[in-house]
């Protein structure tokens, strides 16, 4: 299966070349889901604080900074543990 990948202090110059800060924007306050990746997201987060747990996995800490890329197909549980804002994308 593929994985969540989470990358930490992401350069400005990187987030401007791939056009992230054109990308629409999520919000989400905190509270607790279940979500199924129908197909591939890339998003970077503004503000906030959340555990990612893929089912069978281990749980993933996320938040203000992080670029992340969820594959298609995985089906994981959301803790928002800090209200969440992120631009995101469809792959």
Not at 30 to 45: G, H, K, L, N, Q
């Amino acid at each position: 299966m593929d994985m969540i990948l989470v990358e930490h202090n992401v350069s400005s110059m990187k987030m401007e070349v791939m056009g992230v800060y054109g990308w629409p924007i999520w919000s989400k306050e905190v509270s607790e889901f279940a979500w199924t990746y129908d197909r591939p997201e890339s998003c970077y987060f503004l503000e906030g604080e959340a555990i990612v747990t893929p089912d069978g996995g281990e749980p993933i800490e996320m938040g203000a900074g992080d670029f992340v890329t969820f594959p298609q197909g995985i089906s994981c549980t959301w803790k928002i543990l800090e209200d969440v804002k992120k631009h995101y994308v469809y792959k």
